[in-house]
């Protein structure tokens, strides 16, 4: 296929299986609908006004058996190939759809009209990504004003940006290269210009691009400041009066929600915890927690989510 013209190469562990898929549905689509074409100008032909085609039916009762199983066979065998088809496909989504458990975290936050790229480490680099080759990787994405969409052709992934909220987007590239990057959501006068590349590279030279460059000292040190400056450890640290739940070794885990279930402490409970504190309230635990609403930037955000997640069960310096 790479040799199309028009069609982008494959450079992701999932390329192949999507590309697979989707040939698979054109033959299939291509297949049916020849075949309802065929019938529909033979029979238009055969049976047209004034056409000495035999219209009769000499045997009634013979005919009525052996059209019912025309009848069966043309519903059940599309149906039994449909439904694989539906499986196939099913199988393709949930791999896509589940971040494998030790992918590397890299956040980006879309705006009009750029994309800004963020690893936690600190390096920062705007309408690119460098990702490594052989390592899946997860973005952790949102948007500062509009929907925006985050697509690599090359690997066949493409996902959604949403103000308000975080979606993720997982692959692994499997070819050092460059390739590109689109915003497929039209999102205003510049929208066509909210375009840039990913480098993938080799994981030697991806971790010496990691440590060079302008480095704006890791996203969780600087979540820590902002956790300090915005009093969130006079609730949340050892020594607070109110009775707020320890953040230490949250993210990650199932939270007990009051009144009934539970949920899991990813980035968007988080989140969602800081900007809209009376929506999911922990168990044992009163909704005093005040919105951060309009205090925090999406990258101050980012920040601290990284920082919740670096935190683990020991209580650290920052939370003093
Ligand atoms: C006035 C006290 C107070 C302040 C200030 C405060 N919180 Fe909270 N926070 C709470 C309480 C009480 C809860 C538990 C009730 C709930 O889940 O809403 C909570 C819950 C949370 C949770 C969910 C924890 C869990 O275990 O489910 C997170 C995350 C969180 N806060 C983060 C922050 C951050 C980040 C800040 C600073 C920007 C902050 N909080 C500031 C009182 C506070
Ligand atoms: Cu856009």
Redesign the pocket.
């Known amino acids: 296929m790479e040799h199309l013209p028009f069609f982008p190469e494959r450079a992701s562990s999932i390329a192949a299986e999507v590309d697979d898929l989707y040939f698979s549905w054109l033959g299939l689509s291509g297949l049916v609908l020849a075949a309802v074409a065929v019938v529909i100008v033979v029979f238009a032909v055969k049976y047209r006004a004034g056409s000495q085609a035999d219209r009769g039916i000499p045997d009634r009762a013979a005919h009525e058996r052996a059209t019912h199983w025309i009848e069966i066979a043309w519903m059940a065998i599309p149906l039994a190939i449909f439904l694989a088809m539906y499986v196939w496909a099913a199988a393709v989504y949930l791999k896509h759809a589940t971040v494998p458990a030790d992918a590397l975290p890299i956040y980006v936050v879309g705006k009009q009209w750029m994309w800004h790229v963020r690893h936690p480490g600190g390096r920062r680099e705007i309408d690119e990504l460098h990702v490594p080759v052989g390592r899946p990787v997860e973005l952790v994405m949102t948007s500062q004003d509009v929907i925006h969409s985050f697509s690599l052709p090359a690997f066949r992934v493409k996902q959604d940006v949403l103000p308000g909220r975080y979606t993720t987007l997982w692959f692994e590239a499997t070819r050092a290269g460059e390739y590109r990057l689109f915003c497929t959501q039209y999102c205003g006068t510049a929208h066509s210009r909210m375009i840039g590349r990913v480098v993938a590279m080799e994981p030697a030279a991806f971790a010496r691009w990691l440590s060079g460059g302008n480095q704006a000292g890791t996203m969780a040190a600087r979540g820590a400041a902002r956790?300090r400056q915005?009093?969130?450890g006079?609730?949340?640290g050892p020594n607070a009066a109110?009775?707020?739940?320890r953040?230490e070794g949250?993210f990650g885990k199932p939270?007990p929600l009051r009144g009934g279930g539970t949920v899991i402490?990813d980035e968007g409970y988080?989140r969602d915890?800081?900007l809209l504190?009376g929506k999911?309230?922990?168990a044992g635990?009163?909704?005093?927690?005040?919105t951060?609403r309009g205090q925090?930037g999406e990258e101050d955000l980012l920040d601290?989510v990284e920082y919740?997640k670096s935190i683990g069960s020991n209580a650290p310096e920052e939370m003093r």
């Open positions: 956790f915005l009093g969130c006079g609730c949340h109110v009775h707020a739940p953040l949250l939270v402490a988080i915890a800081i504190p999911d309230v922990r635990y009163e909704p005093t927690m005040p951060f925090i601290i919740l």
